[in-house]
T-cell receptor
Framework: KQEVTQIPAALSVPEGENLVLNCSFTDSAIYNLQWFRQDPGKGLTSLLLIQSSQREQTSGRLNASLDKSSGRSTLYIAASQPGDSATYLC???????????FGQGTTLQVKP | NAGVTQTPKFQVLKTGQSMTLQCAQDMNHNSMYWYRQDPGMGLRLIYYSASEGTTDKGEVPNGYNVSRLNKREFSLRLESAAPSQTSVYFCATNQGGGLHTEAFFGQGTRLTVV
């Protein structure tokens, strides 16, 4: 059974800092891994999808890496802004069904 | 292009009442999913449909039923609501079948059972 852990659970940083969010998963037989953002009371917004054959994906100030063999992914946020404040969720996609299994998320607060 | 649309957005039920949550997607995706999100528990998979005509149980299926009406629509039914089913429910879609596509989520249905 796939289990996903995200560390840290919460993070508070001053504006402008670079930061790293960590995600680990127990079953390396995944197809993709996706990072999402969730604002309070809202749905999930897709940030990045890393295919199993890739090691990295970039979108603007976001960079996500994937190491399937060690069961780890990281989300790097450069030059953080108050608007980045949200909960960040990682979710490996498993098997032919494409099921996503979620971690508990990292809640980020960026202070002006 | 609406993406994934859930109805209703909010609902209050009395214990024992029934209701159906609706989800429709216009992304031509094969697979659809229902999740619930609870504080401290994260998102948990209730049921999923890997393709039109198939449905399977997820992690927390008890108390729920689903129908994949066609490729676009996947509904979740609570036959006899219980306070433990108070939660935020999300519908999601992706292409499935081992294909490398993003999953997309609806905006959620906030359900309170009193």
């Amino acid at each position: 059974k796939q289990e996903v852990t995200q560390i840290p659970a919460a993070l508070s940083v001053p504006e402008g800092e670079n930061l790293v969010l960590n995600c680990s998963f127990t079953d390396s037989a995944i197809y993709n891994l996706q990072w999402f953002r969730q604002d309070p009371g809202k749905g999930l917004t897709s940030l990045l999808l890393i295919q199993s054959s890739q090691r990295e994906q970039t979108s603007g100030r976001l960079n996500a890496s994937l190491d399937k063999s060690s069961g780890r992914s990281t989300l790097y946020i450069a030059a953080s802004q108050p608007g980045d404040s949200a909960t960040y969720l990682c979710a490996p996609h498993g098997g032919n069904t494409g099921k996503l299994i979620f971690g508990q998320g990292t809640t980020l607060q960026v202070k002006p | 292009n609406a993406g994934v649309t859930q109805t209703p957005k909010f609902q209050v039920l009395k214990t024992g009442q029934s209701m159906t949550l609706q989800c429709a997607q216009d992304m031509n995706h094969n697979s659809m999913y229902w999740y619930r999100q609870d504080p401290g528990m994260g998102l948990r998979l209730i049921y999923y449909s890997a393709s039109e005509g198939t449905t399977d149980k997820g992690e927390v299926p008890n108390g729920y039923n689903v129908s994949r009406l066609n490729k676009r629509e996947f509904s979740l039914r609570l036959e006899s609501a219980a306070p433990s089913q108070t939660s935020v429910y999300f519908c999601a879609t992706n292409q499935g079948g081992g294909l490398h596509t993003e999953a997309f989520f609806g905006q959620g249905t906030r359900l309170t059972v009193v």
